[in-house]
């Protein structure tokens, strides 16, 4: 692996693999630095019990012969690993480049600890460059988008794919967002748009960020983290 980048995400997977030990219940999340959590993971075989926010996730973690279960059977988990699409200094986040946003929210409301794992080109000084992606229902996207365009939305598109859900993926971009609470609000208030992808630093523990020479870098909640490179 010649790409420094790509050395030092799989060096903040594994580091975040760190945080799980014998007899927890783990959410394992979506995304190509969390990947090598779950490879860490298989590799180091802890005595835990796994659920999965894709089924490209889940499909992984049982070729490396990891427990997984679905969601109900476990209720609550311990802890949370998952990437992300975009960090601000306060730790909210854009997820759902993958489409998985509204497993891996559920899955991260179950558990009291939400690690997140990215490299350092997802820091951002504020949300909004990537787009807000959004899961929404067959019935009426057309009225879903123009709500959300009237919530200054610049622009709304359709993605060719689905989710595992099997629901409609849409991509809005906003610019700059100010104020990621108050639109997380806003969007959780239209009907038929399943769920949105900002998750607030409220529920983030701690981001572990890979850095392009190698090292790797905690932000924890309540420390506001260091401008983007």
């Known amino acids: 692996m010649s790409d420094p980048l790509e ?11 760190g945080y799980v030990s014998d007899g927890m219940r783990v959410g394992l999340g979506t995304g190509s630095t969390v990947h090598w959590t779950i490879v860490e993971l298989g590799e180091r075989r802890p005595d835990i019990v796994c659920t999965a926010t894709s089924l490209r996730t889940q499909e992984l973690a049982l070729q490396l012969g990891l427990r997984v ?25 854009t997820k759902g ?3 998985a946003h509204t497993r891996e929210k559920l899955v991260a409301q ?3 600890r939400f690690v997140v794992v990215v490299d350092e080109s997802k820091l951002v000084e504020r949300l909004g460059p990537f787009g807000t992606p959004l899961e929404v229902l067959d019935f009426a996207p057309g009225v879903v988008a123009r709500r959300v365009r009237a919530l200054g939305a610049l622009e709304v598109t359709t993605r060719a794919e689905r989710s595992d859900n099997g629901n409609l993926l849409l991509d809005a971009r ?12 806003e969007l959780e208030a239209v009907p038929g748009l399943v769920e949105h992808g900002i998750f607030l630093g409220e529920t983030v523990e701690r981001v572990v960020v890979a ?3 190698g090292s790797v870098t905690v932000l924890l909640h309540g420390e506001r983290g260091p401008n983007p490179p």
């Open 7 to 17: 050395r030092a995400k799989e060096a903040a997977g594994r580091n975040a693999a």
């Open 69 to 93: 279960v679905p969601p109900d059977e476990l209720g609550e988990l311990d802890l949370v690993v998952d990437g992300a699409d975009e960090v601000d200094p306060l730790l909210n986040l």
């Open 97 to 99: 480049g993958g489409g």
């Open 110 to 112: 179950m558990a009291p």
């Open 174 to 185: 906003f610019g700059a967002i100010e104020n990621p609470a108050a639109l997380a609000r």
């Open 211 to 213: 850095r392009a020479d």
